[in-house]
T-cell receptor
Framework: GNSVTQMEGPVTLSEEAFLTINCTYT??????LFWYVQYPGEGLQLLLK?????DKGSNKGFEATYRKETTSFHLEKGSVQVSDSAVYFC????????????FGQGTTLQVKP | SAVISQKPSRDICQRGTSLTIQCQVD?????MFWYRQQPGQSLTLIAT?????????ESGFVIDKFPISRPNLTFSTLTVSNMSPEDSSIYLC?????????????FGEGSRLTVL
C-alpha cells in the first residue's frame, strides 16, 4: 500500500528563515498529495494540495510541488513567522479512489522571534 | 468547507469502561472516516463509516473494540470499548464534502481521551 515519509522534527528556525520540510511517498499510480497543518490546540486544516505531477500547491506563503521523478512533495516557505509554529503533516491519497489518506508522521516546526 | 462537531472534546475514563464519541457535520458529505492520533504520533485510519451498514475497518482494528454507527449522511458515532491506557489518544472524525475532490478531508477538532 501507499506510504508517506517526512523528515523528522522538531525543526527550530528563527523568524524570516527559509523553511523546507521534506516529504516522500511510495504509491501505485499517482495519488493526490496534501499538506495539513495542526496549530496548537486546534484540529487539522488543509494547507495545500496537488493532484497531479508537476502541480504546485500554494497557500499562506507555503508551496509544494508534486515531483513524480523523485516521488516527493516537499513543503517550502521563504520567510517563516512565529505564527507558523505548528505540526505539519504530509499525506497521500490511498490506493484506489477510496477517499482515504495516508499520513506521514508529522513534523513540528517552532519559529522563534 | 464543512463544520464538524465532535463530542466530547475531551474525557478522562477509567480502565474497562466504554465511551462513545459523536460526530455531526453541517454539510452533505460523501465519506466519513475515523482516525486515531496517539500521543506524539501521526494519524492512523481506524475505519470508514458507511451509512446504514457496517463500517469498513483497517488492519489492526476490529468492530468489537471500535463499534461505529452512521445512521445518516451527516452523523456518526465511534465507541471505544473496554478501554485501557493504550487507548489514550485523540480520536478524529473526518469527512469528504459532497462536490469536493475526493481525498480532501475536513477534520473535527478531535476528542482527546485519557484512560487511567
Amino acid at each position: 500500500g501507499n506510504s508517506v515519509t517526512q523528515m523528522e522534527g522538531p525543526v527550530t528556525l528563527s523568524e524570516e528563515a527559509f523553511l523546507t520540510i521534506n516529504c516522500t511517498y511510495t504509491a501505485t499510480g499517482y495519488p493526490s498529495l496534501f499538506w495539513y497543518v495542526q496549530y496548537p490546540g486546534e484540529g487539522l486544516q488543509l494547507l495545500l494540495k496537488a493532484t497531479k505531477a508537476d502541480d504546485k500547491g500554494s497557500n499562506k506563503g507555503f508551496e509544494a510541488t508534486y515531483r513524480k521523478e523523485t516521488t516527493s512533495f516537499h513543503l517550502e516557505k521563504g520567510s517563516v513567522q512565529v505564527s507558523d509554529s505548528a505540526v505539519y503533516f504530509c499525506a497521500a491519497g490511498g490506493s484506489g479512489n477510496t477517499g482515504k489518506l495516508i499520513f506521514g508522521q508529522g513534523t513540528t516546526l517552532q519559529v522563534k522571534p | 468547507s464543512a463544520v464538524i462537531s465532535q463530542k466530547p472534546s475531551r474525557d478522562i475514563c477509567q480502565r474497562g469502561t466504554s465511551l462513545t464519541i459523536q460526530c455531526q457535520v453541517d454539510s452533505q458529505v460523501t465519506m466519513m472516516f475515523w482516525y486515531r492520533q496517539q500521543p506524539g504520533q501521526s494519524l492512523t485510519l481506524i475505519a470508514t463509516a458507511n451509512q446504514g451498514s457496517e463500517a469498513t475497518y483497517e488492519s489492526g482494528f476490529v468492530i468489537d473494540k471500535f463499534p461505529i454507527s452512521r445512521p445518516n449522511l451527516t452523523f456518526s458515532t465511534l465507541t471505544v470499548s473496554n478501554m485501557s491506557p493504550e487507548d489514550s489518544s485523540i480520536y478524529l472524525c473526518s469527512v469528504v464534502v459532497a462536490g469536493r475532490r475526493t481525498g480532501e478531508l475536513f477534520f473535527g477538532e478531535g476528542s482527546r481521551l485519557t484512560v487511567l
